[in-house]
């Protein structure tokens, strides 16, 4: 596993972990929560390319990305196959791993240099018995992240390259920009030949 980086609590214009304003856009949160999510959460920095999980291992902790873009990857037949995307404000991790001790299926990687916030898996667990309010966020964050889940099945069952690339556009327009062509080709299902190729003639109209 490679070196993360860890950087000085917090460094924020209110003072708070950025994984609170974040909970808190989606629900109320007690000022004892608030307090624990602050002394357990920390930030990391990890360079671009470098890996956050990889399969086998058993992840202790989420990530919320504070900046940058980190894929989900798994490795078939030697060839690495990316799973999903994501991008600032999300959460990332293991989902294996809640109620579990199941190992991860995946590699996270960095597609870019990341600042993120590590919360530990057993945080979440305590916070859900402690404080009841964490429980309506937490559903709130399954449904958005069911939601994902569902793209992407949909993405997975479009007839066209055509049609994968436009409705990936239409979900995460910003990362085209950002993340290499092959990833996002993979991601589509389809070679990187085949996404130039629609992206071509996508420009031409």
């Known amino acids: 596993m490679n070196k993360i980086h860890t950087s000085a609590k917090w460094q924020t214009k209110d003072g708070h972990s950025p994984v609170i304003a974040y909970f808190t856009s989606i ?69 294996r791993t809640l109620g579990t001790n199941d190992p991860c299926r995946e590699y996270l990687q960095a597609l870019e240099d990341c600042e993120l916030v590590a919360i530990p898996v057993a945080l979440t667990e305590s916070a859900f018995d402690k404080y009841p309010e964490t429980n309506i966020i937490a559903r709130r964050l399954w449904e958005h992240h069911y939601r994902g889940a569902e793209d992407r099945a949909y993405i997975g069952r479009l007839s066209s390259a055509e049609k994968k690339y436009r409705y990936f556009l239409e979900k995460q327009p910003k990362l085209i920009k950002r993340v290499s062509l092959k990833y996002i080709a993979s991601y589509l299902g389809m070679t990187l030949e085949t996404l130039s190729r629609v992206r071509a003639r996508q420009n031409k109209g």
């Open 27 to 95: 629900g109320e949160l007690s000022e004892a929560a608030i307090r624990d999510f602050d002394e357990h959460t920390f930030p990391l920095f990890i360079e671009k390319r470098k890996l956050l999980l990889k399969p086998g291992s058993i992840a202790d902790h989420f990530y919320f990305i504070v900046k940058g873009v980190i894929h989900g990857c798994i490795k078939e037949e030697g060839k690495f196959i990316t799973t999903w995307i994501n991008e600032e404000n999300e959460i990332v991790g293991s989902i």
